[in-house]
Nanobody
């Protein structure tokens, strides 16, 4: 059974940092492109960042570019999202997703991106 489990969320002041982790089980992570998405209350889910199978290529939403960094450790079957200079508007539930077939470059535009999803981790940034 495939599972993606996010962790590392919490409450942080504006300007602070958090590191999210997404631990995968039941699949070989190196065969999947990975991405982070988020959903704030009353808003639609939005793309945050994506990373290629090997980790060599990354993609970011304009709203987080320069502040967030996505990375992966295929040996540990884990994907990370380092979030710096956090803003109140970053408050959301953050989800990781894995996709076997679709390029990480399409994660932002493709509605059906993601074969597997985690349950999410709450990030709250206070002003």
């Amino acid at each position: 059974q495939v599972q993606l489990v996010e962790s590392g969320g919490g409450l942080v002041q504006a300007g602070g940092s958090l590191r999210l982790s997404c631990a995968a089980s039941g699949l070989t992570l190196s065969r999947y492109a990975m991405a982070w998405f988020r959903q704030a209350p009353g808003k639609e889910r939005e793309f945050v960042a994506a990373i290629s199978w090997s980790g060599g290529t990354t993609y970011y939403a304009d709203s987080v570019k320069g502040r967030f960094t996505i990375s992966r450790d295929n040996a540990k079957n884990t994907v990370y999202l380092q979030m710096n200079s956090l803003k109140p508007e970053d408050t959301a539930v953050y989800y990781c997703a894995a996709d076997r077939l679709h390029s990480p470059a399409t994660a932002q535009a493709r509605v059906t991106w993601g074969d597997y999803w985690g349950q999410g981790t709450q990030v709250t940034v206070s002003s």
